[in-house]
């Protein structure tokens, strides 16, 4: 087993026995956890070229080294404190914050930390098969960096679990390991992480997409009240960072190979990229439909008594709250597109009721950045085509346009027609046929990269291209 000594932290964990021996206790099952649910044929021949963590200054998060991935040391940060910091929003605004549990919001509190933890685990299982299907050793490399990153974020959720809310934090750190993505009796929470991820197109998106829902909820979290939650979510950031770097540079590559595909002489230029195992760019727009559409249901329902509760109780915040002018929004008004009777009208919100609301809007306008990096590659191929997102109402599964369909382009359409042309914009079971077919082969050479995708601009830490970022040692 391995030992507290071994949990990098600054939290003085060796200072606190009875938190120390509940991690002890926790590790095991985490460990096991990690080689059945984690990266499977990864865990005890390779050797995996990873950063971790081992202090929150920029040199000691940046420490990397070649580990065998169950032995990597998942370890427990908080960003340093803000000195004489208070409480940023909704009722409680300017008093100083908490570095307890205040008793009348342990079940709000409870229940964010658990949510946002089980998403953790969650992405993990989901892609604990596609290292068999990897497009290259960089890849490889960058897939079970987010996945080791993944897991210490489950660490810092169960770390505030077992240090702020005793017996019951103890069993909710154990469910954490218990719930199962997909599993039909205990499925993880919400619903995007149920879903397999099967293809590296897929991956890509979903880094892109649903990573950046982490981004808005962690930014969200780290304006909270309860500063150890602030602070912990406040480091976790700086990871998130990479994991949509991951997203977004992928299918930038993506995007760039295809586009020199579609050029190529050897299809006589036809743009018929699937003759040379290439994606084409209406597949890459199905999926980019499906991954955001599913990201935003992530949000919540636009109206939202939770969400207004988390607010009013100074648990929850919006992203970048000290970018607002006024924080305790008691009497602001949002302007809803809501739905009537099958007719969408803009209605008036309580602007604490639209809390939801207003991070998406944070998340749709983050994502648009990355959407205008990809047509630039277009347009330097001297390619017309574009890709975009899709209407917000497009394809949701929570909240107000659950139950009425619209087209990607925000037209409204009947159940008849949505059945007959969803897979006009969503990804087929075909697509799914076509993408693994492409990548059953996996490229475990170091500098060869799988034709779908080009290679990255350059290496991970200084090192080439072609290092050997994953190697095998019996
Ligand atoms: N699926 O009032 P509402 C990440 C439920 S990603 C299923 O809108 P609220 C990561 C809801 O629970 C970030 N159920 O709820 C990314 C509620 O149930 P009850 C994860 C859903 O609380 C990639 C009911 O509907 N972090 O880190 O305002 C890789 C009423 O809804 C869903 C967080 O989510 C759904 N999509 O909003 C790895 C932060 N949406 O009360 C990691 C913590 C709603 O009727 N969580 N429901 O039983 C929260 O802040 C909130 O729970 C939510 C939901 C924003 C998610
Ligand atoms: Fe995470
Ligand atoms: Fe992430």
């Given amino acids: 087993m391995i030992s507290a000594e071994k949990i990098p932290n600054n939290v003085d964990l060796h200072m606190n026995k009875r938190l120390q021996r509940a991690l002890e206790h926790w590790q095991p099952a985490y460990i096991q956890w990690w080689k059945d649910m984690g990266p499977q044929g990864f865990q005890h021949y390779h050797q995996v070229y990873v950063r971790t963590a081992i202090s929150v200054d920029s040199a000691g998060w940046a420490h990397f080294e070649y580990v065998k991935l169950p032995e990597y040391r998942w370890g427990i940060f908080l960003a340093d404190p803000v000195v004489n910091r208070t409480i940023g929003f909704g009722d409680f605004y300017g008093q100083p914050v908490w570095q307890e549990v ?46 080791v990153e993944e897991g210490r974020h489950l660490w810092a959720m169960v770390y505030l679990l077992h240090s702020y809310f005793g017996r019951d934090g103890r069993d909710e750190a154990e469910d954490l390991l218990a719930r199962q993505s997909g ?40 304006e909270s009240s309860l500063d150890p939650l602030s602070r912990t979510t406040r480091f976790m950031l700086t990871e998130e960072a990479h994991h949509m770097f991951v997203g977004e540079t992928g299918i930038t590559r993506i995007v760039k190979r295809t586009a020199e595909l579609m050029r190529s002489e050897e299809i006589g230029f036809s ?29 919540g329902n636009e109206i939202s008594t939770n969400a207004a509760a988390y607010f009013s109780n100074g648990l929850k915040g919006r992203a970048e709250e000290d970018k607002w002018s006024e924080h305790r929004v008691i009497e602001d008004i949002y302007k809803l597109e809501a739905v009537e009777n099958g007719e969408v009208k803009k209605i008036d919100v309580p602007m604490r009721n639209a809390m939801n609301e207003v991070l998406r809007d944070w998340y749709v306008d983050d994502c648009l ?12 191929h001297g390619l017309s085509d574009r890709l975009k997102l899709p209407d917000r109402k497009f394809n949701r599964g929570i909240g107000q346009y659950a139950d009425v369909h619209f087209t990607p382009d925000g037209s409204y359409l009947t159940k008849e027609e949505w059945a007959r042309r969803k897979h006009e914009w969503l990804p087929t079971p075909a697509d799914k046929i076509y993408l693994l077919s492409i990548m059953n082969t996996p490229i475990y050479e170091p500098g060869k990269f799988a034709n779908y995708i080009a290679p990255p601009t350059r290496g991970v830490k200084g090192r080439p291209i072609d290092f050997e970022y994953v190697r095998t040692e019996m």
């Fill in 271 to 299: 743009g018929d990229v699937r003759k040379l195992g290439g994606i084409d760019l209406d597949m890459i727009q199905r999926h980019i439909n499906l991954w955001f559409s599913l990201s935003l249901d992530l949000h």
């Fill in 369 to 380: 950045g990355g959407i205008g990096r990809w047509n630039k590659v277009l347009e330097d």
């Fill in 183 to 222: 599993n039909r009796d205990k499925p993880r929470i919400l619903d995007a992480f149920n879903e397999p991820i099967d293809t590296w197109l897929d991956f890509f998106m979903f880094t892109m997409f649903t990573d950046r829902d982490g981004k808005s909820q962690l930014l969200s979290l780290s």
């Fill in 102 to 147: 205040p008793g009348e919001f342990r079940n709000q509190l409870r229940r964010l930390i658990v949510t946002q933890g089980d998403t953790e685990p969650a992405s993990v299982e989901q892609q604990r098969w596609l290292g068999h299907r990897c497009p290259s050793l960089y890849d490889l490399r960058n897939l079970f960096q987010v996945n």
